[in-house]
């Protein structure tokens, strides 16, 4: 199947998942982004047979740029903790690598045109589902919460939960990206030689690139231990495309 092809239905199943997420149903729209992911990986095995020639020209290698507000997702002029890390975390499951811009949310991914089509909306997907999600468990904690022990006590006892759940929702994706990755490598021959040519291809690129080095960001500044119980057992729980890899590898645009 051609890349023009295979893009085409990748579109048309990301428009499927949209429609659904958009009209609140949520299990048919993680069935969708379930299939993108599978769509990819056929492509790029099938790719993987032919010579890195006709891969340049079919699919080239490059950088994209994902900007919240081509997204629905709201832009600030600060950066985020936790969507960088979401961010390094899906552009290696889909073999990809991440830059970053100073004073902006805005990110890059680099790699190839399909793989950066399926990192940016994945991306946006899972930036939707943790926002969703954690707002939702942050007002079901603080409700049960005061319930149970007071407004002040209870009020007290929620303190940093919601920042805590993201940290647990995340570190669970990238567990499960880093365990799928070991899966792949010890059981197929083929998909393994293919991890290595797509990082490899990705990593040559990236050092024809100028860019400086970003100042790290840190974690949630407040530790919730029940938060980061509910957000690891989430992340741990939610639908996601099968990916492999995980981490993050952060570097700053000149």
């Not at 629905?72 to 979401?86: A, M, N, P, Q, T």
């Amino acid at each position: 199947m051609t890349r023009s092809k295979v893009m085409d239905r990748l579109k048309k199943l990301m428009r499927h998942e949209e429609s659904a997420r958009d009209a609140g149903s949520f299990e048919e729209a993680e069935a969708f982004a379930g299939k993108v992911h599978q769509l990819l990986l056929q492509h790029k095995i099938s790719m993987s047979e032919i010579d890195l020639e006709a891969i340049e020209d079919d699919d080239p290698m490059g950088q994209s740029t994902w900007r919240a507000v081509d997204h629905d997702v709201g832009h600030s002029s600060k950066r985020s903790w936790w969507k960088e890390r979401l961010a390094g975390t899906v552009a290696r499951a889909h073999f990809c690598r991440l830059l970053v811009m100073t004073g902006s949310n805005t990110v890059f991914f680099v790699g190839r045109e399909s793989d950066r089509d399926v990192t940016s909306f994945t991306y946006t997907y899972l930036i939707k589902q943790i926002e969703r999600h954690s707002e939702k468990e942050y007002c079901r904690a603080y409700a049960q919460n005061v319930r149970e022990h007071g407004n002040l006590e209870g009020r007290g006892m929620t303190v940093g939960y919601k920042a805590s759940w993201i940290e647990g929702a995340i570190n669970s994706l990238a567990k499960r990206f880093r365990e799928e990755r070991t899966v792949v490598e010890e059981t197929s021959t083929t998909a393994n030689a293919l991890i290595c040519l797509a990082d490899n291809a990705v990593t040559e690129y990236m050092a024809t690139q100028k860019t400086g080095k970003a100042v790290g960001l840190g974690g949630s500044a407040g530790y919730n231990s029940g938060g980061y119980v509910d957000g690891a057992k989430w992340g741990k729980n939610v639908s996601i495309r099968r990916g492999v890899g995980s981490g993050s590898s952060s570097k700053r645009l000149n």
